[in-house]
């Protein structure tokens, strides 16, 4: 019989039943199944890497490379600054131009009904004249 010294944890885990609803659980393949047993070490592993505290030194290198990406990000936060006080310039000016325009043709909308009303007034006038 084999010696169960050093396996305090080896309970079987439980598994995916495929039979039940025809497939793998969300997120794991066939082949992520594995056989149904983690034991010590191995789930001591899979609990401890994701929860380590990344390394704290930082070597020259990448000092560098983050201080290249901080410049080169605020250069284009600048720029993207200046598009943005263009784009808006120009919308401004386009804007503007419009109103312009839509108040110009009011004026001359306003103009030609008064011209049309004079004219009627006129033709009214003239219809009086030859009744008379």
């Known amino acids: 019989m084999p010696s169960t010294a050093g396996r305090t944890n080896c309970a079987p ?8 609803d025809g497939g793998s659980p ?13 034991c010590g070490d191995a789930q ?19 000092a560098w490379d983050a201080a290249e990406r901080t410049k080169h990000m605020a250069r284009y ?3 993207e600054m ?3 006080a263009w784009e808006n310039w120009r919308r401004q000016k386009a804007e503007l131009q419009m109103k312009t325009t839509e108040a ?4 001359m ?14 033709a009214q006038a003239a219809a009086r004249e030859k009744r008379a």
Not at 104 to 107: Q, S, V
């Open 77 to 79: 936060r600048r720029e």
């Open 44 to 62: 001591e592993r899979k609990e401890s890497a994701p929860d380590a505290p990344p390394p704290t030194a930082v070597s020259p290198a990448t």
């Open 82 to 84: 200046k598009i943005q």
């Open 104 to 107: 110009k043709a009011e004026r």
């Open 13 to 20: 885990q439980r598994r995916w039943d495929s039979s039940t």
């Open 26 to 38: 969300p997120g794991l393949a066939a082949v992520d199944r594995g056989t149904g047993f983690e």
């Open 109 to 122: 909308k306003r103009r030609t009904q008064e011209k049309m009303v004079s004219k009627m007034a006129s």
